[in-house]
């Protein structure tokens, strides 16, 4: 049986992708660069804002300076504007309510960096608690190092084998593996499910309530 719970942010738990969007397009016309499609934005994200904004810039100006410059303008704008569009996806809250009234713990591990990811879970699931909310710290290696889950199992004193991890990516599916934890990839969000299928999770769901089937094995 799962006693532990660990999900994804962005493409798992909520749906960031028209917030994250506007915020970069905002920070790169500010600064002279073009803008992109919201859509394209889905294959940039999961690895930290730092290698979105690479991402995001031009070929020949990806420089460490010029991804600097781009966090400079979308800090304070997404801060300002990181709850305007993005939702829970559904199913996620009663799901959460569901692992909790269980008495599992539940805990989020996120490349979103640290100060927004707990804005958007304290904005979004007040009635949680999560027994770790972590994003990207500074000094602290991104996911798929398995740093952000060995983090949250040192808090929980909670086995490898009793832990499921939940994401929408290959970089989720990645991060589980490295952790030595029991995967599960979700088709709502960002990534194709090619992806996912591509790290050959021990699960993958198409629904929230799926999950609670997981709990068991």
Same mark, same amino acid.
């Given at each position: 049986?799962?006693?532990?719970?660990?999900?994804?942010?962005?493409?798992?738990?909520l749906?960031?992708?028209?917030?994250?969007?506007?915020?970069?397009?905002?920070?790169l016309?500010?600064?002279?660069?073009?803008?992109?499609?919201?859509?394209?934005?889905?294959f940039?994200?999961?690895?930290?804002?730092?290698?979105?904004? %690479?991402?995001? &810039?031009?070929?020949?100006?990806?420089?460490? +300076?010029? =991804? #600097?410059? *781009?966090?400079?303008?979308?800090?304070?704008?997404?801060?300002?504007?990181?709850?305007?569009?993005?939702?829970?996806?559904?199913g996620?809250?009663?799901?959460?309510?569901?692992?909790?009234?269980?008495?599992?713990?539940?805990?989020?591990?996120?490349?979103?960096?640290?100060?927004?990811?707990?804005?958007l879970?304290?904005?979004?699931?007040?009635?949680?608690?999560?027994?770790?909310?972590?994003?990207?710290?500074?000094?602290?290696?991104?996911?798929?190092?398995?740093?952000?889950? %060995?983090?949250? &199992?040192?808090?929980?004193?909670?086995?490898? +084998?009793? =832990? #499921?991890? *939940?994401?929408?990516?290959?970089?989720?599916?990645?991060?589980?593996?490295?952790?030595?934890?029991?995967?599960?990839?979700?088709?709502?969000?960002?990534?194709?499910?090619?992806?996912?299928?591509?790290?050959?999770?021990?699960?993958?769901?198409?629904?929230?309530?799926?999950?609670?089937?997981?709990?068991?094995?």
């Amino acid at each position: 049986m799962k006693r532990l719970i660990i999900f994804d942010l962005d493409g798992t738990l909520l749906n960031t992708i028209a917030d994250l969007a506007q915020s970069t397009n905002h920070a790169l016309h500010v600064l002279g660069y073009p803008t992109h499609e919201e859509s394209a934005y889905n294959f940039m994200v999961g690895n930290g804002i730092n290698k979105l904004f %690479e991402r995001a &810039l031009p070929e020949g100006e990806k420089s460490e +300076e010029n =991804v #600097l410059r *781009v966090r400079t303008e979308f800090i304070p704008y997404y801060d300002v504007h990181n709850a305007d569009k993005s939702r829970p996806y559904p199913g996620i809250s009663g799901l959460l309510e569901q692992l909790q009234a269980k008495g599992l713990h539940i805990a989020v591990a996120s490349n979103k960096y640290q100060a927004a990811t707990e804005k958007l879970i304290a904005h979004y699931f007040p009635g949680i608690r999560f027994i770790a909310v972590f994003g990207q710290r500074e000094g602290v290696n991104v996911k798929p190092d398995p740093t952000i889950v %060995e983090d949250i &199992l040192a808090i929980t004193k909670v086995e490898k +084998e009793s =832990v #499921l991890y *939940v994401g929408d990516s290959g970089v989720d599916m990645q991060t589980a593996l490295n952790a030595g934890v029991t995967s599960c990839g979700v088709t709502w969000g960002f990534r194709p499910r090619t992806e996912l299928e591509s790290f050959h999770p021990n699960y993958i769901v198409d629904k929230a309530g799926d999950i609670l089937s997981l709990i068991n094995q």
